[in-house]
């Protein structure tokens, strides 16, 4: 982030931003991280910034890996994290739940949060609170533990 006024240029952290904006309600998109990100210079505070993601490396190759894997790896939290929303009656044990479960394993190398997952999703659901919240919130636990990058929204 590079102030406009002061020319105070700061590095933040990705997961401590995320911590600190959903600690003080702030919206986590993008858009609003770029357009509500004071100076955090003493006695500036300006708002107005200019907000830039840093790649991680500056390796074209590793880049373009990790970020095809950090999309894979969020697209299957994706489908767990709806399919944990369906209708008591709309069955959760279906084969893209499958398939979401068995893409996390190599992220994890641990089926214990999965295996959970899937016998919630195979069990019969007699109330509207039965479901896979808790297993889900437990893999995503599990991937951040790791050091791997899930989307905000997804958490
Ligand atoms: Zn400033």
């Not at 979401?100 to 659901?125: F, G, I, M, N, Q």
């Amino acid at each position: 982030m590079t102030c406009n006024e002061c020319g105070h240029v700061r590095i933040c952290d990705r997961e401590a931003l995320i911590h600190h904006r959903t600690r003080h309600r702030a919206g986590l998109d993008w858009a609003s991280v770029r357009a509500s990100l004071p100076c955090w210079n003493a006695g500036c505070g300006s708002k107005h910034t200019r907000v830039e993601a840093l790649p991680f490396s500056q390796d074209r190759v590793e880049l373009r890996r990790k970020r095809a894997e950090t999309i894979l790896m969020n697209l299957a939290l994706s489908v767990l994290h709806a399919a944990s929303y369906r209708e008591k009656d709309v069955p959760i044990a279906t084969p893209d739940v499958r398939l979401a479960l068995r893409v996390l394993y190599p992220y994890l190398r641990d089926e214990t949060h999965l295996r959970s997952y899937w016998a919630a999703a195979v069990a019969p659901r007699d109330h509207a609170w039965d479901s896979c919240h808790r297993p889900y919130e437990a893999i995503v636990a599990a991937l951040l533990k790791c050091g791997l990058t899930v989307d905000a929204e997804l958490r």
